[in-house]
């Protein structure tokens, strides 16, 4: 299993991004995805999960501003980030839920996770 994420980046607070993740080595059309993210000295946290049927979930701290989508036929995740806060600076991260096709209330399930990409919204 592989996973790689890009589209990180420095942006001032209410700019966007787009970050996308490619992964490979399971069946990526019938697994939930989901994006993770890790602030300084904090512990990681769930942000956006999407099941096979595209049904999505969202921490509260994003509803409204994050927007996740899949693209099944280039195995890709991508999460869309708007109106981005001080607060949403962190490494972002993304992994499947292999052999189980929808999210989890408690984040629980994920692995295989890829290297991150950096997101710093500056004040």
């Known amino acids: 299993v592989e996973v790689m994420e890009s589209g990180g980046g420095v942006v001032q607070a209410g700019g966007s991004l787009r970050l996308s993740c490619t992964a490979y080595?399971?069946?990526?059309?019938?697994?939930?995805m989901a994006w993770f993210r890790q602030a300084p000295g904090k512990e990681r946290e769930g942000v956006a999960c999407?099941?096979?049927?595209?049904?999505?979930s969202y921490v509260d701290a994003v509803k409204g501003r994050f927007t996740i989508s899949r693209d099944n036929d280039k195995n890709r995740l991508y999460l869309e980030m708007k109106s981005l806060k001080p607060e949403d600076t962190g490494i972002y991260y993304c992994?499947?839920?292999?052999?189980?096709?929808?999210?989890?209330?408690?984040?629980?399930?994920?692995?295989?996770w890829g290297q991150g990409t950096q997101v710093t919204v500056s004040s």
């Open positions: 992994a499947p839920r292999i052999e189980h096709r929808y999210c989890s209330n408690s984040w629980s399930g994920f692995s295989h």
């Open positions: 080595g399971f069946a990526f059309d019938i697994a939930a």
């Open positions: 999407l099941s096979w049927t595209d049904a999505p």
